[in-house]
């Protein structure tokens, strides 16, 4: 007596069957269905992180090429400082008026 397993996954439900070889009919089968989740909550999170660390991201790498730059423009390097700080100080700015 042979006996196969039939699948169906889907992305919310999972059917399955089993067939009989012998007598060429299907035993038994059922179906499982899956309630969708909330995924906003997850989303809104993910956006609410995005938000906040997207300055000190593109701070923390400005600052990085800036200082890589004076220390190989040895001959500017007051202005690369410069740039860096700049750059540094409207970061903090922005992202204080932003909590306000």
Avoid: H
């Avoid at 100080?89 to 204080?96: A, D, E, H, K, V």
């Amino acid at each position: 007596m042979g006996r196969i397993l039939g699948l169906d996954l889907g992305t919310n439900s999972i059917g399955w069957a089993v067939y009989d070889k012998t007598t060429n009919n299907i035993t038994d089968y059922g179906v499982t269905v899956f309630q969708k989740k909330n995924k906003t909550g997850r989303i809104n999170k993910i956006k609410k992180i995005k938000k906040y660390l997207t300055p000190f991201i593109a701070l923390i790498t400005f600052t990085i090429i800036s200082l890589i730059v004076t220390f190989f423009d040895k001959t500017n390097w007051q202005f690369w400082l410069n740039i860096s700080l700049t750059g540094f100080i409207t970061c903090i700015t922005s992202q204080q008026n932003k909590k306000r």
